[in-house]
């Protein structure tokens, strides 16, 4: 689902099964490789995109409740939190497209009090 190419066209990232995974591809799309899980954690990951210069993947999760943009290298380990915890717990912050020159768009649901 939502499969993203890198910036450098050989990689492809994809959300499968709630879990984020890139596979190694030629210039056509072809696997040269096994997928690699990027992130697998107790939540659903998905709309993953890549960073200008393909060092991070950027993606949705819901961790704790309110779905938020996270972003993690390319390569696995730690996600960092993108988007404060603004939004509507069960609503998104993030939409992986469209993007502008290779910029992430993403909106915040915020709660106003009146």
Known sequence: VSPEWSPNGRWIVYADGGDIWKI?????GT???????VIARAAV???PTWSRDGARIIYQ??????TDLWSIPASGGEPTLLTPKT?????????GSPRDGGRVIYSSQQVVDR
């Open 87 to 95: 939004g509507i717990v069960g609503f998104g912050d993030y939409n």
């Open 45 to 47: 990951e998905c709309l």
């Open 31 to 37: 696997p040269l490789a096994k997928p690699v899980r």
């Open 61 to 66: 999760a819901a961790y704790g409740g309110s």
């Open 24 to 28: 190694r591809v030629t210039r056509a």
